[in-house]
């Protein structure tokens, strides 16, 4: 089974720039996560997807940041324009949608690591 | 929010037995507890996960006493591939409240030779 896919694996861009990452979940797998994390620091959520909606957004800096989930699969996460503070590995991860009492688990990729000059 | 403590970093070498705690006084009735495992420059990956008692994978084990007011991560004859940031995690099942899972900063674990 394929895991989940980001690109690019490392971006280096100048503030002001524009950015933009992409992933591709787990087949079947209904819910998408964007991550933030921080150097020495544990993931923190940017936003949630349930198929097509966004269903928890607010964590996501809106003045700068935007995402997609056109058709419920793939996601783009975007950042313009980037500031030095933007750097960071940005992590997707993605889960089966559970019910009753099962807990779920999150599946990661590998991270977009990105560094702003 | 249940908020998660433990240990910043911990040391052990190959062989032995590696215990990490984590604090989580506020656990909620329908919390589960969760443990991830990060290397570098990937993401991190699901270990174990449990509610109350004892679970135990082919990977480690998960004690959680009756209050569960806190979990012990147990990691049996540790080598040098184990080393790694462990995050312990706590919140509701479907992770349809996915926000209010936080990860924290993890426990930082070296395995020497």
């Known amino acids: 089974e394929a895991g989940v896919v980001q690109s690019p694996r490392y971006k280096i861009i100048e503030k002001k720039q524009p950015v933009a990452f992409w992933c591709n979940p787990i087949s079947g797998h209904n819910t998408l996560y964007w991550y933030l994390q921080n150097l020495g620091q544990g993931p923190e959520l940017l936003i949630r997807?349930?198929?097509?909606?966004?269903?928890?957004d607010s964590q996501l800096p809106k003045d700068r940041f935007s995402a997609e989930r056109l058709k419920g699969v793939d996601s783009t996460l975007k950042i313009q324009p980037a500031e030095l503070g933007d750097s960071a590995v940005y992590l997707c991860?993605?889960?089966?949608?559970?019910?009753?009492?099962?807990?779920?688990?999150?599946?990661f990729g590998e991270g977009s690591r990105l560094t702003v000059l | 929010l249940a908020k998660t403590t433990q240990p910043i970093s911990m040391d052990s070498y190959e062989g032995q037995e590696v215990n990490i705690t984590c604090s989580h006084n506020?656990?909620?009735?329908?919390?589960?507890i969760t443990w991830y495992q990060q290397f570098p420059s990937q993401g991190p990956r699901f270990i174990i996960q449990?509610?109350?008692t004892k679970v135990t994978n082919e990977v480690a084990s998960l004690f959680i006493p009756a209050d569960r007011k806190s979990s012990t991560l147990s990691l049996p004859r540790v080598s040098l591939s184990d080393t790694a940031v462990y995050y312990c995690l706590v919140g509701p099942p479907e992770y349809s409240s996915a926000s209010k899972i936080i990860f924290g900063s993890g426990t930082r674990l070296s395995i020497r030779p």
């Open positions: 991860a993605s889960s089966r949608t559970t019910s009753g009492r099962e807990a779920g688990e999150l599946f």
């Open positions: 997807y349930e198929n097509e909606e966004a269903v928890d």
């Open positions: 506020n656990i909620a009735t329908n919390d589960y």
């Open positions: 449990g509610y109350k």
